[in-house]
């Protein structure tokens, strides 16, 4: 991935899991609704069709304040490398999932969520900043429990 601009956020995250286990828990949605989004909201999955046009569509359920729909159109799918996909509903922004293999057990997944201005970005920018850091947090529970999974069975 390029350079961040002052239109985009950027977050990442080294995960103590595999590329393989880091690519199975966004690409499959059983496992995906676990833990995308950040605490205290949880996903329904309505669509996930992970290919370029394919759609993604999901409402996140606040405990207090409702539900978020949520729709946007996949871009780019080259597994294990790079997710993108434009975000139809609002707030608008592209958004890019990259995977990098650190070694067998460690693997670096990075948010780039692209805006159209910097006013846009810097208007959600310290509300996503700290949401992403918790939705990575439910990413590695989310992985440490399929860990277990796999190793129990």
Not at 115 to 121: L, Q, T
Request: charged share 25%; aromatic share 12%.
């Amino acid at each position: 991935m390029s350079s961040i601009s002052e239109n985009e956020i950027y977050s990442s995250r080294v995960l103590n899991a595999s590329i393989e286990m880091a690519y199975e828990v966004f690409s499959n949605p059983l496992h995906l609704q676990k833990w995308w989004g950040p605490a205290g909201l949880t996903n329904t999955i309505h669509e996930f069709d992970l290919r370029p046009e394919g759609k993604w569509h999901l409402t996140m359920h606040g405990r207090e304040k409702g539900s978020y729909e949520n729709l946007s159109i996949f871009k780019v799918v080259n597994p294990y490398q790079l997710i993108a996909w434009t975000r139809i509903s609002q707030p608008h922004f592209d958004m890019e999932v990259g995977f990098e293999k650190i070694n067998d057990i460690k693997t670096k997944i990075s948010f780039r969520m692209i805006f159209n201005s910097v006013e846009e970005c810097l208007k959600i920018k310290n509300f996503i900043v700290p949401n992403n850091e918790q939705n990575f947090d439910r990413l590695e529970k989310t992985l440490h429990n399929l860990a277990e999974d796999k190793a129990v069975n």
